[in-house]
C-alpha cells in the first residue's frame, strides 16, 4: 500500500519539507509514480518513485571526479563509513549489516560518482539505516587511523616486532590488487586511460596499487569538503513508504548547510584523431595456445542525455554483436578467428558521450591487422544489407520481456540505471521511461526501414571518423615488473625515513591494532531485535502431479510471463562427467538439424527470455543423483513456440557443428580462466571440501579449478596435430551424454505461471512427445555411494598433494578451509550456521580484514553439502590467514568468554535477513523443487534458529571444528 499523499503524487503540493516539487509523471508500465523534487535551501535534488512494492530503497550520490589514480575517492567510500558525528563506532556500516534486516546494503565508487544505496522492507529498519547514512556521508569522523587501515599504511610485517620489514598494507590497496589482476578489468581501466587522458575518465577511480600510497589523509579529507555537500547530492527512493517522512528526515540534515555553487559535472571530448595504443597484460598460465591477444576498436556515439538515440545505440549493440546471429559473432566467433568477445564489448553510457566498443580476445598476434580490417568490412556489409525483421524483432522482445519481469532488487536497479545519467546532467524522469523511449523508436523503425544502416554509417563509417584501437599483449614479466615497481616505491619511501619516522610507523600500527581490537561502545547505533523477525517462515503453495513425471506447479502474479524448468538425473559413465559443463554450454550455440546456430538464436530471443541448461551436483529432491536441468521463460501467447523450441533442442540439436563446436570450446576456456580472479574464494571452497562426499568431488570436477584446468587441457588439444580427432571426439561424447539423457534417468518438472489452467496442460505434453514419463527409478544411498566411491577416491589422491594452486598471474590469493560437518535436518546444522555468522563477523573481518589487509573473509556454513568453511577473498597473505583459521577455532571454542547475547542476536538477525529476502516470481517454489526443503523443514530450522545459544555454538565448534580430522586447506593464488 502506497502512504505518499495524493497531493504529491496529483503534483498539487509545491513545498513539502523544504522541497519544491519540480515535477510528476505517471510511468504507466511500471505502475510507478516518479516524483522529482528540489532541497530550497542547498539545491540537493530528489527523486522518488512511488511504487507498491514493499522493498524500499534509499541512495544517495555525489560527484567525485579526481584526476589522479590515488584512488582517493575509493578510499573516502570506504573511510566515511568508519564513523561519524551521531555514530562515533568503527565501521557502523559493518555493524548495521548485522543489526538490520536490510535486503541490500553498499557503497560504490564510479568513474567519476560515488553512491550509497540500501533497501529494506522493514520500516524502521528503513529509518535507522537512513540515520546512518546520512550523518556518514555529511559528517564522517574520517581518523586518520581508518585511512590507514582501509587505504594504505607503512607498517611492520610483524606488528609487534619493530625490526620485521616496513609493508604496504591496507584494505583497498590488496582491493587493487585483486581487481587490476581481473585480465577483463584491467583492459577496460587501460582503454578508459588512454581514451580519455585529460579527463577524471582517464584515471582508475579505484586506485592504481603503485599510486594508492601517494595518497594523504589531509587530502582526503579535503576531497571529502569540496564533494560531499548537498548542493552536489542527489537523493533517490523508492517503494511505498511514505515520501512526506522521507523529506522530514532528509531536510533536518540538510538544512543543517547553506547552498553552494555545485561542482560541474565531468565532460569528455571527442577525438579530434585515431589512436592505437598497445599494452601488456599478465599471460595467463592456463593458457596453452598461442591466441593470447587482445584487441579492440572503440566509437563515440550518442549524447546520453539523447535517450531516444541512446537506447537506439544499444539495440545496434545488440544486433551487431550479440549471439551466433549477429555479424561480428559470425565473422570471428563462429568462424574462430576469436575465442571470444573482450570485456571492453558494448556500449559503455558512463560518461556525456556513449562510447560503442568491438573487441575480441583469444586472437594471434599476427591477425591483428586482419581483424581490425574484417570488422570494418563487417560494419560496411551491415550498414548495406541491414537487419531481417526477424533479428530486430527478436532484439526488441528482449527489452519488452525484461520489462515484464517480477524481479528482486527491481528499485534499486532502476536508481542505479539513472543515477549515472542524472549526475551528468540528464532528465532521469525521461530516462525512467523505458516504454515511451522504445515505442519512439518504434515508430522511427516503421517509418524508416533503412534506420540502422543510417545509424552505421553515422557513428562508424562517416568521413573522417574517429576511433581508439587498443591490443593488449601478454607479457610473462607483467607481474614481476609489477612487483619490482612496488618494492622499488617502498625502497624510495624507507630511504627518506629516519630512525624517528620508522619508530613512529611501529607505534602507529600498535595503536591501529589496540583500536581493532578494543571492545565498543555501540549504544550509539540503532538496532532491530529478534521480535522484529516474523516467528512464520514465508511459505509458497505449490501443486504437485504425478503422471507418472512429477511437477510442481504454483500460481502467482507473473505479468503473463510463465516459467519453466524441467531436469533429468545423470546416470551415466564416469568418463563423461569433465564434459558435462561444455554439454550445458553448447547445447544452445550449435544450431539443430533443423535451424543454424543464428537461425536458433533469433527463435530464442524471438520467443522466449532464454534457455538455460546446467548441473546441478547437490540435489535432495527426487533423487541423490545429479541432474540436468533445462530453464526457460517466455510470455504466455509464446509457451507453445517454447516448448517447441525445447523439444528441437532435445531432439535434434546438432553435436557435429564442429566449427561451432570450436567456438564454443574456446569460449568456455577462456572464461573459466578470466572468473578466476573474481571468484577466487569460491573456487579454493570448492577445492578444500571436494574429498568429503562424491557429490562434493564431482562438483569439483564440473564446477571447480579442476574444471577450468581440464577445459584450457580441452582447448589445447582441439588447437593441436591432432585437433580435428579430438574435436570429433568431443563431439561423440556430446551426443552420448545426450543419449543418456533421453534414455536414462528420473525426469520432473516445475511451472510458474499466472494462468494455470491454460499452460498446464501444455507443460505436460512436454514430458510425453518427449517420452519423459518413464517409471521413476529409486536409488539408495548405499547405490549411489558405491557408483561414485572410485571418483572419491580418486580425488582425495589428487588432493593430498594439492594444498597450493600457483597462478602467478594473480597478485593475491585466496585461502579456505573447509570441515565435513552434518546435515540440514540435524539438530547441530542450526547451531553450525550461527556459529558461522559469529565467527565471520566477529572475529574473521576484524583478523582478515581490518589487521590483515584482504578485501574480505568469513565463515560458511552450507547445509546441502554438510560442509563448513572459512575463506578469504584477494588476500596478500594467505599462509597467514590459514593460521588466523585456527585461531578462530580456538577463539570459538570458548565463545562465550568473548561475546553475549547481544552478538548472538546480531548474528541471527544477519542469518534471517538471507532466509527472508524478497524473491523474483521465477523464484518461488524452489527451495522445495531445487533442494527437497519442504515447508515444514524451513519452519523447523527457523525455530531451531531462535532458539540456539551461545554455549551451543561453543559444543559444536569443539566437536565439528576443533576435533574434528575432515578437514582441508587450500589456497588459490600467486607465488608468496
Known amino acids: 500500500m502506497l502512504c505518499t499523499s495524493s497531493a504529491i503524487l496529483k503534483g498539487n503540493s509545491s513545498i513539502v519539507h523544504g522541497f519544491k516539487v519540480i515535477n510528476v509523471k505517471q510511468i504507466q508500465d511500471l505502475e510507478i509514480s516518479a516524483i522529482l523534487l528540489k532541497h530550497e535551501k542547498t539545491n540537493a535534488e530528489y527523486l522518488h518513485l512511488a511504487k507498491n512494492d514493499s522493498d524500499n530503497v534509499f541512495m544517495v550520490a555525489f560527484p567525485t571526479p579526481s584526476f589522479n589514480s590515488t584512488g582517493i575517492a575509493h578510499i573516502l567510500e570506504h573511510t566515511t563509513l568508519c564513523g561519524s558525528k551521531k555514530f562515533p563506532v568503527r565501521d557502523p556500516f559493518i555493524k548495521m549489516y548485522n543489526r538490520s534486516l536490510s535486503t541490500y546494503m553498499n557503497a560504490m565508487t564510479a568513474q567519476d560518482f560515488t553512491f550509497y544505496p540500501f533497501s529494506t522492507e522493514n520500516r524502521i529498519d528503513y529509518y535507522n539505516l537512513m540515520s546512518v547514512y546520512l550523518d556518514s556521508v555529511f559528517f564522517p569522523n574520517l581518523n586518520e587511523l581508518d585511512f590507514k587501515q582501509e587505504g594504505w599504511r607503512l607498517e611492520n610485517e610483524v606488528t609487534e616486532d619493530p625490526n620485521s620489514p616496513l609493508i604496504f598494507k591496507g584494505v583497498v590497496f590488496n582491493e587493487m590488487k585483486g581487481a587490476m589482476s581481473d585480465p577483463g578489468n584491467l583492459m577496460w581501466t587501460r582503454l578508459n586511460e588512454h581514451l580519455y587522458p585529460d579527463s577524471a575518465f582517464g584515471q582508475n577511480s579505484g586506485g592504481e596499487p603503485i599510486n ?6 589531509k587530502q582526503l579529507v579535503d576531497f571529502h569538503k569540496k564533494n560531499y555537500h548537498p548542493s552536489n547530492s542527489k537523493f533517490f527512493t523508492y517503494g511505498n513508504f511514505s515520501l512526506e517522512e522521507h523529506l522530514k528526515r532528509v531536510d533536518s540534515v540538510l538544512s543543517q548547510f547553506n547552498a ?19 599494452l601488456d597484460y599478465p599471460a595467463d598460465p592456463l593458457n596453452y595456445t598461442e591466441k593470447q591477444h587482445k584487441l579492440s576498436l572503440t566509437f563515440q556515439c550518442n549524447e546520453t542525455v539523447d535517450y531516444e538515440e541512446a537506447l537506439a545505440v544499444k539495440i545496434l549493440s545488440s544486433l551487431l554483436l550479440d549471439g551466433p546471429s549477429s555479424p561480428m559473432y559470425q565473422a570471428f566467433i563462429s568462424s574462430n578467428i576469436a575465442s571470444e568477445y573482450s570485456a571492453t564489448t558494448g556500449v559503455d553510457d558512463s560518461t556525456n558521450i556513449a562510447t560503442l566498443t568491438i573487441g575480441f580476445q583469444g586472437i594471434r598476434k599476427d591477425d591483428i591487422e586482419m581483424i581490425k580490417e574484417k570488422i570494418f568490412e563487417t560494419l560496411r556489409v551491415a550498414a548495406g544489407t541491414g537487419f531481417t525483421d526477424h533479428h530486430i524483432s527478436s532484439v526488441i522482445h528482449q527489452l519488452e520481456l525484461s520489462l515484464k519481469h517480477r524481479r528482486v532488487n527491481f528499485g534499486l536497479s532502476l536508481g542505479q540505471s539513472v543515477i549515472g545519467n542524472w549526475m551528468h546532467g540528464g532528465n532521469p524522469l525521461i530516462a525512467i521511461n523505458f516504454s515511451e523511449n522504445l515505442n519512439i523508436l518504434k515508430e522511427k523503425l516503421n517509418r524508416d526501414k533503412d534506420f540502422f544502416n543510417k545509424l552505421i554509417k553515422k557513428y562508424f563509417l562517416a568521413v573522417n571518423k574517429k576511433h581508439f584501437t587498443l591490443i593488449m599483449q601478454p607479457s610473462d614479466q607483467y607481474i614481476h615488473i609489477l612487483q619490482e615497481k612496488e618494492k622499488a616505491k617502498l625502497s624510495d619511501i624507507l630511504s627518506t625515513l629516519h630512525v624517528a619516522d620508522k619508530k613512529k610507523f611501529f607505534e602507529d600500527g600498535l595503536k591501529l591494532k589496540e583500536l581493532q581490537e578494543k571492545k565498543e561502545d555501540l549504544s550509539s547505533l540503532p538496532t532491530l531485535t529478534l521480535q522484529d523477525v516474523s ?23 507473473t505479468n503473463g510471463v510463465s516459467y519453466i524448468k524441467v531436469q533429468k538425473t545423470l546416470d551415466l559413465p564416469a568418463l563423461y562427467y ?43 529432491a527426487a533423487s541423490p543423483l545429479p541432474a540436468f536441468s533445462l530453464s526457460s521463460s517466455c510470455l504466455d501467447m509464446n509457451f507453445d513456440n517454447m516448448k517447441a523450441i525445447l523439444i528441437e533442442l532435445m531432439t535434434e540439436v546438432n553435436f557435429e557443428n564442429l566449427e561451432s563446436l570450436r567456438s564454443v570450446i574456446s569460449q568456455c576456456a577462456n572464461s573459466l580462466r578470466d572468473s578466476v580472479p573474481q571468484s577466487g574464494h569460491i573456487y579454493s571452497i570448492a577445492c578444500s ?85 518413464n517409471e521413476q527409478k529409486i536409488y539408495s544411498k548405499k547405490e549411489i555411494a558405491l557408483k561414485y566411491e572410485k571418483l572419491l577416491l580418486t580425488n582425495k589422491k589428487k588432493l593430498e598433494v594439492e594444498n597450493k594452486i600457483v597462478l602467478p598471474s594473480l597478485q593475491v590469493s585466496f585461502a579456505s578451509k573447509s570441515f565435513k560437518t552434518c546435515s540440514y535436518e540435524h539438530e547441530d546444522s542450526a547451531k553450525l550456521q550461527v556459529l558461522g555468522s559469529i565467527l565471520g563477523n566477529k ?93 515444514e523443514m524451513r519452519f523447523e530450522k527457523r525455530r531451531q534458529l531462535m532458539n540456539v545459544t551461545l554455549r551451543d555454538c561453543e559444543e559444536v565448534c569443539l566437536k565439528y571444528l576443533k576435533n574434528n580430522a575432515l578437514n582441508k586447506a587450500v589456497m588459490i593464488g600467486g607465488e608468496e
Open 212 to 217: 594508492i600510497v601517494d595518497l594523504t589523509h
Open 260 to 278: 553552494r555553487k555545485a561542482e560541474k559535472s565531468t565532460e569528455v571530448q571527442l577525438l579530434k584523431d585515431s589512436k592505437i595504443v598497445t
Open 535 to 557: 516467528s512464520e517462515q514465508r511459505a509458497f503453495d505449490v501443486l504437485h502431479i504425478q503422471q507418472p513425471t512429477s511437477i510442481q506447479l504454483r500460481e502467482t502474479g
Open 578 to 620: 569433465d564434459y558435462l559443463p561444455l554439454f550445458c554450454s553448447a547445447f544452445t550455440l550449435l544450431g539443430t538439424n533443423k535451424n543454424t546456430p543464428a537461425e536458433l538464436s533469433d527463435k530464442l530471443n524471438l520467443f522466449t527470455g532464454g534457455v538455460s541448461a546446467t548441473v546441478s551436483t547437490i540435489n535432495l
Open 689 to 773: 571440501s571436494s574429498d568429503f562426499s562424491w557429490n562434493l568431488a564431482l562438483h569439483q570436477k564440473l564446477h571447480g579449478m579442476e574444471q577450468v584446468f581440464f577445459m584450457n587441457r580441452l582447448l589445447e588439444r582441439i588447437n593441436g596435430k591432432e585437433g580435428e580427432q579430438a574435436l570429433i571426439d568431443v563431439s561423440f561424447k556430446l551426443k552420448e551424454i545426450l543419449n543418456f539423457i533421453l534414455s536414462n534417468g528420473n525426469s520432473r518438472g516445475s511451472l510458474i505461471t499466472q494462468n494455470l489452467s491454460n499452460i498446464k496442460p501444455k507443460f505436460q505434453n512436454f514430458f510425453e512427445d518427449l517420452n519423459w514419463t
Open 843 to 935: 572475529y574473521l573481518h576484524r583478523e582478515i580484514r581490518e589487521k590483515g589487509g584482504a578485501y574480505g573473509g568469513g565463515a560458511q556454513y552450507n547445509a546441502l553439502s554438510e560442509v563448513f568453511s572459512f575463506y578469504s577473498y584477494r588476500d596478500p597473505s594467505p599462509r597467514i590467514t590459514l593460521k588466523i583459521f585456527d585461531d578462530c577455532v580456538n577463539w570459538g571454542a570458548k565463545l562465550t568468554q568473548h561475546v553475549g547475547e547481544q552478538e548472538l542476536s546480531e548474528a541471527k538477525l544477519l542469518i534471517f535477513k538471507v532466509l527472508d529476502m524478497p524473491l523474483s516470481a521465477s523464484e518461488e517454489g524452489s527451495a522445495l523443487f531445487e533442494k527437497g526443503l519442504t515447508d
